[in-house]
């Protein structure tokens, strides 16, 4: 059985690294504030929802979480800021996996109370969808959206989430569709449109289209230079554009090799497994110290291909020695030839993982 992977923000799929050496690893510490009944919260309330409008999931968390630790439950902030928090650790989640888990609890306990506002718990249950996108078959996924936007058609989170699932299923003009309607709903809500812009650059690097890629990565960062996501996509169309010198112009020897392993992730991704083979060499022969992401990525591609191998000399032995089978929609079905079932997903660097949208409020 056949699930996707949100491989593109890579695909929030989102400053600039010719600046930074490295990117800091996220820190999510808890906030050690006890309850007092005289807390007014509107203001940090305020402060955490704009933080989260304008991509800052980190900021919005720490503010949410102190609102929760600090609000008394009669508050009326308490629940809006409980989805908040939930909403910034899934954004956070590409990048410290275990908030998935932390964002799952409250979002569950959100739709599981029936004194609570129905706006709210259908955000709630929205944002329990989304953590578990990824586990589903994309069809599958993209009929779950399409029922989710009939109740929630303003929301940016699922119009992301339709166009990631299009850009799995290869739906390009379907994926693009989706991108605008996020793009246009965040412009009329104020909020941050870069993520959004950076989508539809993933998704034509997805299609081979480097040249406007580049441009709509360039155009992402303009409008949210604090987030290195948008330069290493960059910078990655950059590798699989054959521009290889620009591409690493800057970086330290530890993010060139960083950069090359993500690159072999999408030429994965993208069929081109030669060209991933050299991008994964190429990070190993760069990296000072030894880069076990880069040669587990390398192992599990030469597995596939040596699979793959075998099966087309497989086939070939069955096809002369049996009569073709036809299905009931006359394709040849003499033997499964479905090759991805169990290759192991590629892993990209901790710096280049995956962003979830905002919830709009």
């Not at 005289?38 to 989260?52: M, S, T, V």
């Not at 003009?173 to 809500?189: C, E, F, G, R």
């Not at 580049?214 to 409008?223: G, M, Q, V």
């Not at 290493?232 to 020897?253: F, P, T």
Request: glycine share 4%; with cysteine.
């Amino acid at each position: 059985m056949r699930h996707f992977i949100f491989i593109p923000a890579l695909l929030m799929i989102s400053a600039c690294a010719t600046t930074k050496a490295s990117q800091k690893q996220v820190e999510v510490r808890p906030v050690p504030i006890s309850k007092t009944s005289d807390y007014d919260g509107q203001q940090d309330f305020d402060r955490a929802r704009q933080a989260a409008r304008r991509g800052h999931y980190v900021r919005a968390y720490s503010l949410y979480q102190k609102l929760v630790a600090r609000l008394p439950d009669t508050d009326t902030l308490k629940q809006p800021a409980r989805l908040g928090l939930a909403d910034s650790a899934l954004s956070l989640s590409g990048q410290k996996p275990q908030l998935a888990e932390s964002a799952k609890t409250i979002y569950l306990s959100l739709a599981m109370n029936e004194k609570l506002d129905p706006a709210l718990r259908t955000l709630a249950k929205t944002g329990l969808l989304l953590v578990d996108l990824d586990k589903m078959e994309p069809q599958k996924a993209e009929v779950k959206i399409r029922q989710a936007l009939i109740r929630q058609s303003d929301d940016v989170r699922l119009w992301n989430a339709l166009g990631h699932i299009s850009d799995a299923q290869n739906k390009w003009m379907q994926s693009l569709d989706a991108y605008v309607q996020a793009l246009t709903i965040a412009k009329k809500n104020g909020n941050n449109t870069a993520p959004a812009i950076n989508n539809i650059g993933m998704s034509l690097l997805m299609q081979g289209r480097y040249k406007e890629a580049i441009l709509k990565f360039e155009h992402a960062a303009e409008i949210d230079s604090d987030k290195q996501l948008y330069d290493n996509n960059k910078r990655l169309a950059l590798i699989l554009s054959g521009q290889l010198d620009k591409a690493v112009e800057g970086l330290s020897k530890t993010r060139q090799a960083q950069i090359y392993n993500d690159a072999g992730v999408l030429a994965v991704r993208l069929g081109k497994y030669e060209h991933a083979e050299h991008l994964y060499q190429k990070a190993l022969e760069i990296s000072p110290v030894w880069f076990a992401l880069a040669e587990a990525n390398l192992e599990d591609l030469r597995g596939l291909t040596d699979r793959e191998a075998k099966v087309e000399t497989d086939q070939e032995k069955l096809e002369s020695r049996m009569p073709q089978k036809v299905d009931k929609d006359g394709k040849d079905s003499t033997i499964n030839t479905d090759r991805d079932e169990d290759y192991p997903v590629p892993r990209l660097s901790p710096h280049l993982m995956a962003e979830k949208s905002p919830t709009p409020f």
